[in-house]
């Protein structure tokens, strides 16, 4: 198999435990773009976080906020595919309320946080008292809670009560936290169903594509896509329904596998 193009998720996978890209990485996803191959990155980070941790014109196309928006690098344009209903996050929002630490609200640009006075400092993290403060579109939400042991049963709830939301459960793969949180998108708006809509565009199959991810929101990905690429550091269910496995986030695993594997 000829692979067209080479997809990654960012967190726990490209970024390292300090959230950096390495030279390594850099350097050998440059040399397959220039060889003419697509490089996109598929990440739940929105705009202004990805253009905070590292140089876009590594990339053809950015697939951001869990699939809900396609930026084109070379023409710096990009296409909002879906969003989460204000009504809605307002009602999530004030079932949630008593029980969440913090509630973000992301957009393309800004990640809006509410009841907690965040220590980012970042230009992209604001405090709002109220949803209604929200002009921008609202591409996907996070919650995360003071206790999460009852997280399944608070996924759970959202499933049952709003048919247009799909809620992950999500847990960093790169750190020792074992704290876990909820992001939610618009139904069928994921990883996947996005990167399909892309290949489309750009007549690729999805069997022609390489996808490195990790954690939860690349399940819908990383074993529909011709060669689905876990990192060491990734989740369990991540790694059995990858076809291959790679070194970790930390010691350039996205390089080492590009430069060893002999189908590419």
Do not use: P
């Amino acid at each position: 198999m000829k692979y067209k193009m080479i997809s990654m998720d960012f967190d726990g996978t490209l970024l390292t435990s300090n959230k950096k890209v390495t030279d390594k990485n850099k350097n050998v996803l440059l040399k397959y773009k220039k060889d003419n191959y697509i490089i996109v990155g598929i990440t739940a980070r929105n705009f202004s976080s990805v253009n905070n941790v590292c140089d876009i014109d590594m990339f053809n196309y950015l697939i951001l906020n869990n699939g809900a928006y396609i930026y084109d690098v070379k023409n710096k344009d990009g296409i909002n595919l879906n969003s989460v209903d204000k009504n809605i996050a307002i009602k999530i929002t004030n079932y949630f309320e008593k029980i969440a630490d913090e509630i973000q609200f992301c957009s393309l640009n800004k990640y809006y946080t509410y009841k907690k006075n965040s220590k980012d400092r970042r230009s992209f993290f604001q405090r709002v008292e109220d949803i209604s403060e929200i002009e921008e579109t609202i591409c996907r939400m996070n919650i995360f809670f003071i206790d999460d042991n009852e997280i399944n049963k608070y996924k759970e709830y959202i499933e049952k009560t709003f048919e247009n939301i799909d809620v992950i459960v999500m847990s960093d793969t790169d750190n020792k936290s074992n704290k876990k949180w909820l992001t939610l998108n618009h139904k069928n708006m994921n990883k996947f169903d996005t990167l399909k809509k892309l290949c489309l565009k750009l007549d690729i199959s999805t069997d022609e594509v390489i996808f490195f991810g990790d954690g939860a929101n690349d399940l819908s990905i990383i074993s529909q896509v011709g060669l689905g690429v876990a990192m060491e550091n990734a989740l369990e269910e991540v790694k059995n329904k990858a076809k291959e496995i790679t070194l970790s986030n930390d010691e350039d695993g996205i390089a080492y596998f590009l430069e060893n594997y002999n189908n590419i």
